[in-house]
């Protein structure tokens, strides 16, 4: 069956970097891109990128491009979202997510990674 | 980046009744492929979303038939016939016919 599970909860201090993993298992880790979404605590869904696992392409959206890196390990099916000078509203449950069934739905999630940033 | 505005945020249901939520889009959603990428996620406390309708009115697999999505354009409706316990949470709708994909604000549903 479908799996992404994703790394541990991280406590990081204002200006450092985080990066969360979310390791695909129970299909081909190259055919589905993997996106990225963020859930500030209490808030709504924000989608943050998307990459391509087959050649690493990625996609950001705007409000985090030049802080966010999203690569992949194709050896491992791995995917990472690295997010750089991080402030306190970085702090957000991080989630990845597939569009399994080709319906361009996420059908498929991480369990989430907290992200807490304070000094 | 189209604007997705859930109503209502809040709904306090009775077990047993009907419920509610609309998802207005900011522009179109039918795809240039006739397709219109409209779905809907439940989000129970502490847990990461979970598809339940994707494009506009299909359930997803283990999906109650409680639950039924029905729209088109800019207007969508998500419609649970009979309200239970398990059904508290927090609903999204979410487009991605149009890049970057985006999210509803949620609507909130509770038990009365």
């Known amino acids: 069956q479908v799996q992404l599970v994703q790394s541990g909860a991280e406590v990081k201090k204002p200006g450092a970097s985080v990066k969360v993993s979310c390791k695909a298992s129970g299909y081909t880790f190259t055919t589905y891109y993997m996106h990225w979404v963020r859930q500030a605590p209490g808030q709504g869904l924000e989608w943050m990128g998307i990459?391509?696992?087959?050649?690493?392409?990625?996609t950001y959206g705007e409000k985090f491009q030049g802080r966010v890196t999203m690569t992949r390990d194709t050896s491992t099916s791995t995917v990472y979202m690295e997010l750089n000078s991080l402030r306190s509203e970085d702090t957000a449950v991080y989630y990845c997510?597939?569009?399994?069934?080709?319906?361009?739905?996420?059908?498929?999630w991480g369990q989430g990674t907290l992200v807490t940033v304070s000094s | 980046d189209t604007v997705l505005t859930q109503t209502p945020l809040s709904s306090p249901v009775t077990l047993g009744q009907p419920a509610s939520i609309s998802c207005r889009s900011s522009q179109s959603l039918v795809h240039s492929d006739g397709n219109t990428y409209l779905s809907w996620l439940q989000q129970r406390p502490g847990q990461p979303p979970r598809l339940l309708i994707y494009?506009?009115?299909n359930r997803f697999s283990g999906v109650p038939d409680r639950f039924s999505g029905s729209g088109a354009g800019t207007d969508f409706t998500l419609k649970i016939s009979r309200v239970e316990a398990e059904d508290v949470g927090i609903y999204y709708c979410?487009?991605?016919?149009?890049?970057?994909?985006?999210f509803g604000g949620g609507t909130k549903v509770e038990i009365k």
């Open positions: 979410m487009q991605a016919t149009q890049f970057p994909p985006t």
């Open positions: 990459i391509n696992p087959t050649g690493g392409g990625t």
């Open positions: 997510a597939i569009y399994y069934g080709g319906n361009s739905a996420f059908d498929y």
């Open positions: 494009k506009i009115s």
